[in-house]
T-cell receptor, first 114, second 111 residues
């Protein structure tokens, strides 16, 4: 029972490069989310998806692109990485059960942009 | 989304109950109260949630006041492994299932 996984767990990239962070869940949850967490701060929502082919912006979407062609996958792409995007990225998924929306998080990807 | 207010930090002795308060005075009628925790460098972990009634599971109890303007998360017998940042979050259907994480409470369980 893998649950929710993220890859890679650690990534170092250069400014201007494109990088894609992967997220995969085995629960068939309808909702999926991407958050970033900067050192010493809480989580901020980047994008979320209510179902395959349905995505919407969160609090800090600029510089990021998402897609969701399959229910189980929700990749996050940084089109042209900047140093300000150095952060830990968490993916989460959520079922829709009687109107409650608890989220289950992956282990995170630590991204450093040099 | 309703905003929450939590103390920045709290301490608790191992084996004692940890009571973490949260104020959410602007909560709307169909918003849930969620609690998550984050142990250092790990992904956040869902603990419990509730709407109006008190809730209990294997991890914790959630006490919500009758007016729903505040709640308390109770860890009945805190252990060293419960040391973490605890987030109280309000949200649900009105926010399209988006949950907004604030700064949380750093709970330190001391031996």
């Amino acid at each position: 029972d893998a649950g929710i996984t993220q890859s890679p767990r650690y990534k170092i990239t250069e400014t201007g490069r494109q990088v894609t962070l992967m997220c995969h869940q085995t629960w068939s949850h309808s909702y999926m989310f991407w958050y970033r967490q900067d050192l010493g701060h809480g989580l901020r929502l980047i994008y979320y998806s209510a179902a395959a082919d349905i995505t919407d912006k969160g609090e800090v979407p600029d510089g990021y692109v998402v897609s969701r062609s399959k229910t189980e996958n929700f990749p996050l792409t940084l089109e042209s990485a900047t140093r300000s995007q150095t952060s830990v990225y968490f993916c989460a998924s959520s079922p829709r059960d009687r109107g409650s929306y608890e989220q289950y998080f992956g282990p995170g990807t630590r991204l450093t942009v040099t | 989304d309703a905003k929450t207010t939590q103390p920045t930090s709290m301490d608790c002795a191992e084996g004692r109950a940890a009571n973490l308060p949260c104020n959410h005075s602007t909560i709307s009628g169909n918003e849930y109260v969620y609690w998550y925790r984050q142990i250092h460098s790990q992904g956040p972990q869902y603990i419990i949630h509730g709407l109006k009634n008190n809730e209990t599971n294997e991890m914790a109890s959630l006490i919500i006041t009758e007016d729903r303007k505040s709640s308390t998360l109770i860890l009945p017998h805190a252990t060293l492994r419960d040391t973490a940042v605890y987030y109280c979050i309000v949200g649900g259907e009105t926010s399209g299932s988006r949950l907004t994480f604030g700064e949380g409470t750093q709970l330190t369980v001391n031996p």
